[in-house]
């Protein structure tokens, strides 16, 4: 493509993530619990950062690391190892980079930060932003005006918004919808503040305010409705092996994004999208989780090479992800590098 644009543009903050997998049982005060796996890497908005990278997405990253060992490590893996642009992200001295340690049980997780506010905001970051083929953002009560300068330089907005801990669900929010070309929230937010009793119900409000409107449900799947070309599309999710939770909803928006710069039909990309963040909780930590264009033509060539031993409902999800013949890269890229247990140690 004659177009030298980001494909992504980011800004958020960034963690170092230690995730600790296979735990049976929560931990109670005074006991200790050995785990079966771990994992460490970024975390964050890293998570959004990699699985844009991994396929293939010219991605541009404004974030804050610290002056430390964790900054260090997680710019590293960002910037040599996964090919995501840094050049708006800042090195903050005497700043500790934020730290989070996950325990992850089952299809959820419990989660332990250390971290304080950075010394840049994402306004100070972005600045006047450069032009992009899209954004993908966080909605927060407090507009950023970065994104509304984004949206003004032609930048397609793909927004998703967090649990708002006030539980007041302000519905003035929702008036930032008219800078954003999509909105990607799960089904507790989107009826939350659309004051909807289903995600059907709720995607149908969200349908009048933005272009495209996504509701994901979990282990329920994904439903959607596309303003621009009139579809509407409900898939399932895969039935997977939870290992880690983590990132699974930044994976989901990433691949959505991916595929709609592909021009993709709306149920392919709600597909695609569900396949990714069904893909990355196989393994541990959010970002190096995300299975790129390689973990997605490892997980087609084993469905497609067994036709006499598939079941049932697997010769039924080859038919369903069939456009992937004709969607994955003649070369997927090498294998993609998970989530280590320790950091690597450092050259001298």
């Given at each position: 493509?004659?177009?030298?644009?980001?494909?992504?543009?980011?800004?958020?903050?960034?963690?170092?993530?230690?995730?600790?997998?296979?735990?049976?049982?929560?931990?109670?005060?005074?006991?200790?619990?050995?785990?079966?796996?771990?994992?460490?890497?970024?975390?964050?908005?890293?998570?959004?950062?990699?699985?844009?990278?991994?396929?293939?997405?010219?991605?541009?990253?404004?974030?804050?690391?610290?002056?430390?060992?964790?900054?260090?490590?997680?710019?590293?893996?960002?910037?040599?190892?996964?090919?995501?642009?840094?050049?708006?992200?800042?090195?903050?001295?005497?700043?500790?980079?934020p730290?989070?340690?996950?325990?992850?049980?089952?299809?959820?997780?419990a989660?332990?930060?250390?971290?304080?506010?950075?010394?840049?905001?994402?306004?100070?970051?972005?600045g006047?932003?450069?032009?992009?083929?899209?954004?993908?953002?966080?909605?927060?009560?407090?507009?950023?005006?970065?994104?509304?300068?984004?949206?003004?330089?032609?930048?397609?907005?793909?927004?998703?918004?967090?649990?708002?801990?006030?539980?007041?669900?302000?519905?003035?929010?929702?008036?930032?919808?008219?800078?954003?070309?999509?909105?990607?929230?799960n089904?507790?937010?989107?009826?939350?503040?659309?004051?909807?009793?289903?995600?059907?119900?709720?995607?149908?409000?969200?349908?009048?305010?933005?272009?495209?409107?996504?509701?994901?449900?979990?282990?329920?799947?994904?439903?959607?409705?596309?303003?621009?070309?009139?579809?509407?599309?409900?898939?399932?999710?895969l039935?997977?092996?939870?290992?880690?939770?983590?990132?699974?909803?930044?994976?989901?928006?990433?691949?959505?994004?991916?595929?709609?710069?592909?021009?993709?039909?709306?149920?392919?990309?709600?597909?695609?999208?569900?396949?990714a963040?069904?893909?990355?909780?196989?393994?541990?930590?959010?970002?190096?989780?995300?299975?790129?264009?390689?973990?997605?033509?490892?997980?087609?060539?084993?469905?497609?090479?067994?036709?006499?031993?598939?079941?049932?409902?697997?010769?039924?999800?080859?038919t369903?992800?069939?456009?992937?013949?004709?969607?994955?890269?003649?070369?997927?890229g090498?294998?993609?590098?998970?989530?280590?247990?320790?950091?690597?140690?450092?050259?001298?």
């Amino acid at each position: 493509m004659d177009d030298d644009r980001p494909d992504v543009l980011l800004t958020g903050l960034l963690f170092y993530d230690l995730v600790l997998t296979g735990l049976g049982r929560p931990p109670t005060p005074g006991e200790e619990i050995w785990t079966a796996g771990m994992g460490c890497g970024p975390g964050g908005i890293a998570n959004l950062a990699v699985a844009a990278s991994r396929f293939g997405l010219r991605t541009s990253l404004a974030t804050v690391f610290g002056d430390d060992f964790y900054g260090e490590y997680c710019r590293d893996v960002l910037d040599d190892q996964e090919g995501v642009d840094l050049s708006l992200s800042r090195t903050a001295d005497g700043w500790p980079t934020p730290v989070t340690v996950s325990l992850a049980q089952g299809h959820d997780r419990a989660l332990v930060t250390h971290g304080t506010e950075p010394p840049y905001s994402q306004d100070t970051l972005m600045g006047d932003p450069p032009e992009a083929r899209t954004a993908l953002v966080h909605l927060e009560a407090e507009p950023r005006e970065w994104i509304a300068k984004a949206a003004a330089n032609g930048t397609h907005v793909y927004a998703d918004v967090g649990w708002d801990p006030t539980q007041q669900w302000s519905t003035d929010l929702l008036d930032q919808l008219k800078l954003c070309h999509a909105f990607l929230p799960n089904e507790t937010e989107a009826m939350a503040y659309t004051r909807t009793d289903s995600a059907v119900a709720a995607l149908g409000t969200l349908s009048e305010l933005v272009p495209v409107a996504v509701v994901t449900r979990g282990g329920d799947g994904a439903v959607a409705v596309d303003q621009t070309t009139g579809e509407y599309a409900d898939v399932p999710a895969l039935d997977i092996d939870v290992l880690d939770a983590t990132g699974a909803g930044d994976v989901f928006g990433a691949s959505f994004v991916a595929a709609s710069l592909g021009g993709w039909p709306l149920e392919e990309r709600l597909r695609f999208a569900v396949l990714a963040a069904g893909l990355s909780v196989r393994h541990p930590g959010g970002a190096l989780a995300a299975p790129g264009w390689y973990g997605v033509d490892r997980w087609w060539r084993s469905l497609s090479a067994a036709d006499r031993e598939l079941s049932s409902a697997d010769r039924e999800l080859k038919t369903a992800y069939g456009f992937l013949s004709d969607r994955i890269p003649a070369d997927p890229g090498p294998p993609v590098r998970y989530a280590p247990v320790t950091p690597p140690a450092r050259q001298l």
